[in-house]
């Protein structure tokens, strides 16, 4: 042996399990601080949301699905009623009582049929967040699988797929969101056995679902055509390597990465969606909440009692920043023009 | 509009002579808008009335500029008898106990603009005699509301469970009603949701039989001061045509006997007034015994104008008396 062999450094072999792709990735997200403290405040977000029934019973001892006009709250030791009438001047109009900052009682005030705000603001953190998950999720899947299938097989395959999603794509998705969900609000959805209730938070789930997916479905087409011409793609097809394969091993393990990246922003914009939906009365229907129902509620309320159209209004803010931020951190993370570091 | 410089007076009683010389009507402000222009100056008056979140504003700080007047008018909430669960009487009723009328007189307003009702005809109107017979103790008024006796009422009835819609406009005061109606129901056991239809049709819409409106809210006011404005028109067999939007009996209700009594008052007070009246009292009572309604409350009119306007004269038939007015 030289002695430049002897120095050589042993590349040969399997890599330290730090230094493949997923593991680097992990490394490079958690020096992200940034990502790392917006996940925490997703995270945040969550928790206390999942909580909304613990807070509801236990603390606040409210029901926030129940109107509450008559009802009776204590403030600094009094009992006051939650929608007081007023008696100055004329003595016309009743407006619901403020922020209270007493957890146990009316902690964020009352809306307009006296329920407690914060109640309903977590309440409807777990129908906000739970619709923008499944959404993207089924955004991200359908979107996946198109994708993939108009990429792989190319030809006319891909030819009306591609066709099918620039119509989807042509309408403004606010307005195609609307559409369908003027037409499904007020009736079953019905498709062969399957049955979705009109007041089911499935189907604004299935309407924001399906108009996004042209959103995935087109960069990850871009992807699996740019992957057909790479070298290992080629050889593996020279080397006789099935379709199943090819998408298994080649395919899907690198589009996998860029609907990771996606999956975060897609959640964000669907929460939006959802949040425009429902504000509009055919997103989420009463009693149930989320925090579209809520700003709506509170849009009457704005000049006298603002807290309950801008809380759920910061909270989609935060929640929204803090899955862009991530989504960023994980694109970032996921980067692979990052080199190896440290390899000894 | 503006005053014809050459119309002469004939007669003070036919046509009294106007104040103003030009009437300006200008459209498309919400009604929030309506009540900062007013609050600026900017115009003299809002057809619509203020919202809510406003009233304790002009209330306190415009106090001299609001107008508070009685209106023969009633927010009722009309239940479909030819649907269920409301073709089913029990469960009719038992909503009728059920309503806080306080807490929906609260969404409107509050107490100073509202009155609690239980029946048809509007204090004050002909043939109105105070009766109530849906509240804890019934009688002359409404007092509160008795929700046990609505539960057994619904058990009775056989109707828990089922699915109900309540429809309404889709304004802050109407859809506020329309969602406390919904937790009213489902206290009681039934399976209610709440769809909001734009004001444009939310007139037509649930007079329409093909639309299968289970209840609604609505709102009606008199068009003449006669007790068939109220009780025939909005509850009479010849009121009900199925298939068309000019249905105005929107409970499509039609009961022999009581239409019957409302023909011979209808026939009696062309000579006898005061005997038609009594027999109209009779019928306010028997529609509101058959519950094809909830009879929410009857509402005051706010007028909010502005500073220079004088001489504000009220119409319970036609309203602000505009060219009664004058402006300074």
Known sequence: MTEAAASAPALVGALPSEASPWGLARRRLLRNRLALFMLGVFVAIVLLSLAAPIYAHDVAHTDPFRSHLDGTTVVNGKRVLVIPQSTGGLGIGATPIGPTWDLHHYFLGADNQGRDVAARLLYGGRNSLLIGFFAALITCLAGTLIGVVAGFFGGITDGVISRVLEIVWAFPVYLFAICLSVILVNQDFVFGPVRVGSGSIALPIMIIGIVYIPYVARPVRGEVLSLRRREFVEAAIGLGASRTRLLRKDVLPNVATTVIVLFPLVMAIAMLTEAALSFLSIGVQPPDASWGTIIQDGKDLIRTRPAVALAPGLAIALTVLALNVLGDGIRDALDPRAKVRGVR | ?328
């Open chain 2, 1 to 328: 509009m503006k005053r014809n410089p050459y119309f002469k007076q004939w007669s003070a009683a036919a046509q009294p002579d106007g104040y103003v010389d030009q009437i300006t009507e200008s459209f498309g402000l919400t009604d929030e808008a309506e009540v900062t222009e007013i609050e600026n100056g900017q115009g003299d008056w809002m057809l619509e009335q203020p919202p809510s979140d406003r009233l304790n504003e002009i209330g306190t700080k415009y106090a001299s500029q609001v107008h508070i007047s009685d209106l023969t008018a009633f927010w009722y909430v009309p239940m479909n008898t030819n649907l269920p669960p409301f073709n089913n009487l029990k469960a009719r009723q038992a909503l009728s106990y059920a309503v806080d009328r306080n807490a929906t007189i609260k969404i409107f307003g509050g107490t100073n603009l509202a009155t609690a009702s239980c029946q048809v005809l509007p204090k004050g109107f002909p043939g109105h005699k105070d009766y109530c017979p849906y509240t804890k103790n019934p009688g002359a008024h409404w007092s509160a509301p008795d929700l046990a006796k609505a539960k057994a009422l619904v058990k009775a009835s056989g109707t828990a469970g089922q699915k109900v819609t309540v429809v309404s406009s889709d304004d802050a005061v109407n859809k506020a009603v329309a969602v406390y109606l919904q937790s009213v129901l489902n206290q009681l056991g039934y399976k209610a949701k709440v769809k909001p239809i734009s004001a444009n049709i939310s007139f037509t819409y649930p007079k329409n039989t093909k639309n299968k409106v289970q209840i609604n809210v609505q709102q009606w006011y008199q068009d003449y001061p006669a007790a068939s404005d109220f009780l025939y028109i909005l509850f009479g067999c010849e009121s009900f045509h199925p298939g068309s939007d000019s249905s105005i009996n929107m409970a499509g209700f039609c009961n022999k006997k009581i239409n019957a009594k409302m023909h011979q008052a209808l026939k009696v007070a062309v000579t006898n007034e005061q005997r038609a009246n009594a027999m109209w009292s009779q019928i306010d009572r028997m529609v509101t015994d058959q519950a094809p309604m909830v009879t929410l409350f009857n509402p005051k009119h706010v007028d909010f104008v502005s500073k220079r306007v004088g001489n504000f004269t009220f119409s319970k038939q036609f309203y602000w008396l505009v060219a009664r007015s004058w402006v300074q």
